[in-house]
């Protein structure tokens, strides 16, 4: 609880310097709105609906590309920690694609799937496809030796190391896969909704910059923190109650 207590002081503070900031008038209210301003714009949108509505069609679309990215990654990573071969022949191709930033792909992910939803569910699923894809391979190729080799003594097939032995040893890396995946479909669909949409978080607060409006484009970037942080405690408290012994995830969260 302490731990917690101490983390509010720094938000409180930089509110405070925001306020003074804006009494003391340093900064144009056009560039810099005050906090009343913000939070009286944060209300009318949330009691209209319209911050909800964005934020429920961004993450319907974080879901959907999260759950593609898990469904092709979390096999594909225990298929190459498994087998070299299957390595040898992937690797290259995964590894080109790797260095391929989503964003730079957005214009020809345009060209061949439009500006509907099928374009941000590709470029959610290529932001988060690599970092479960990564971490599930290394705690996979990193299992202990030593629990591979009794379950050659107790004449264990491949299916059964894997299923009994290389998985259970690689869930701690995959849970904070996970995590990390979860992040970049996050920011990655921001990126996404900012270039080619007509709703979502990201559209609201283009359209609020077209439209001169700051104080909108600072609710979304407030509710584009605070929705993340929520996913990110909700994703550890899940964990937690599912690994009671892994105490790596979250330590190891790499942005």
């Known amino acids: ?20 900031i804006s009494e003391l008038q340093l900064f144009s209210p056009y560039l810099l709105p005050s906090p009343a301003v913000t939070a009286a714009t944060a209300t009318e949108l949330i009691h209209s609906g319209l911050l909800w509505q964005h934020l429920l069609i961004s993450l319907q679309r974080v879901a959907g590309g999260f759950l593609c990215s898990v469904v092709i990654a979390l096999p594909l990573g225990i298929l190459c920690g498994r087998s070299n071969t299957f390595q040898t022949y992937c690797w290259p191709v995964l590894e080109f694609l790797r260095h391929v930033p989503p964003l730079a792909a957005i214009p020809l992910i345009i060209l061949w799937f439009g500006i509907d939803e099928g374009s941000k569910l590709v470029i959610i699923f290529l932001a988060s496809f690599f ?14 030796r030593k629990l591979l080799e009794v379950g050659r003594s ?46 979502g978080i990201g559209y609201m607060i283009l359209d609020a910059e077209q439209m ?44």
């Open 1 to 20: 609880m302490r731990t917690w207590k101490n983390g509010f002081f720094l938000p409180f503070l930089l509110i405070f310097i925001w306020y003074v």
């Open 131 to 144: 970092p479960l894809f990564l971490n599930t391979y290394s705690g996979v190729k990193n299992c202990d």
């Open 154 to 199: 107790l004449h264990f097939t491949a299916w059964q190391q894997a299923r009994l032995i290389q998985l259970p040893a690689a869930l701690p890396a995959i849970a904070v896969g996970l995590q990390l995946s979860l992040g970049y479909s996050w920011r990655a669909l921001i990126g996404a909704e900012l270039i080619a949409a007509s709703s």
């Open 212 to 255: 001169s409006r700051p104080d909108v484009v600072l609710v979304g970037l407030f509710a584009i923190g605070i929705v993340g942080s929520l996913i990110d405690w909700l994703f550890l408290t899940l964990t937690d109650k599912m690994l009671p012994w892994n105490t790596e995830t979250g330590d190891n969260y790499v942005a």
